[in-house]
């Protein structure tokens, strides 16, 4: 299905991620099971690797922000999958998941699996941050 034009527009407008809106509504109204919205943000993280990999060798600017994407998507499935309240009703009351969000999901994640969490999220920024400067080593990376 594809939006009108008007309603990403408006959703854009607004500040809001138009897939992430359209994963948040149905599971608030439909009062979905949540590993529903856990699966749909492992699909969407899949979708943006292959993106990432795709585009790795000629924009090098949105390779890195679709693979910084795989990382978010599958914060927000742990996040949604453990049940992290306190995030989850920061999300709510924003509309939207913000870099706070993510990074509040790191730290206690990180206490569930272990500290090289907090390193495997540092690597996925660090990705973020200098893949607008940096073309070469994304290419590596994904070798």
């Excluded at 949105?62 to 693979?67: C, D, M, Y």
């Excluded at 913000?98 to 990180?110: F, P, Q, R």
């Amino acid at each position: 299905m594809v939006l009108p034009k008007c309603i990403v527009d408006e959703l854009e407008g607004r500040g809001l991620d138009v897939e992430d809106f359209m994963i948040r509504l149905p599971s608030k109204e439909l009062n979905l099971d949540p590993e529903i919205a856990v699966e749909t943000r492992l699909e969407l993280a899949e979708k943006y690797l292959a993106e990432g990999k795709e585009l790795v060798d000629r924009d090098h600017v949105e390779a890195s922000e679709r693979l910084y994407r795989v990382a978010g998507e599958c914060m927000k499935a742990l996040v949604i999958h453990h049940y992290l309240e306190d995030i989850l009703g920061g999300v709510e009351e924003m509309g939207r998941w913000i870099v706070t969000d993510l990074e509040k999901a790191v730290k206690e994640i990180s206490k569930m699996v272990s500290e090289d969490f907090l390193v495997s999220w540092g690597e996925a920024d660090h990705l973020h941050v200098w893949g607008f400067t940096r073309q070469s080593w994304i290419g590596d990376l994904l070798k």
